[in-house]
């Protein structure tokens, strides 16, 4: 049985960078397309980058181009988002999941705040 879990979040300040990761465990993350998505109470889940074995990794909404870069460890079964140059507008919980998503592995993510 697959399972997401995500880690990383916390508080920073605009400007900070934050490092989330996303364990894959039950089947090796190279035979799935991934993604980081973020929701905001009240607001849709909103696909923030992608990624798959032999393609682009792709950052999607153009209010974090240049900012968000999502990687693989193929070693660790592990799916990570680097997020640098944060703004208050990136606050949400973040959770990973496969593109498209399949609800059963929505997991409880990971909540990210920017604050000063």
């Known amino acids: 049985q697959v399972q997401l879990v995500e880690s990383g979040g916390g508080l920073v300040q605009p400007g900070g960078s934050l490092r989330l990761s996303c364990e894959v465990s039950g089947r090796g993350i190279s035979l799935y397309s991934l993604g980081w998505y973020r929701q905001v109470p009240g607001k849709t889940r909103e696909l923030v980058a992608t990624w798959s074995t032999g393609a682009p990794a792709l950052s999607l909404p153009n209010s974090v181009k240049g900012r968000f870069r999502i990687s693989a460890d193929d070693a660790r079964n592990t799916l990570h988002l680097q997020m640098n140059n944060l703004i208050p507008e990136d606050t949400a919980i973040y959770y990973c999941?496969?593109?498209?998503?399949?609800?059963?592995?929505w997991g409880q993510g990971t909540q990210v705040t920017v604050s000063s």
């Open positions: 999941n496969r593109v498209p998503p399949s609800s059963p592995l």
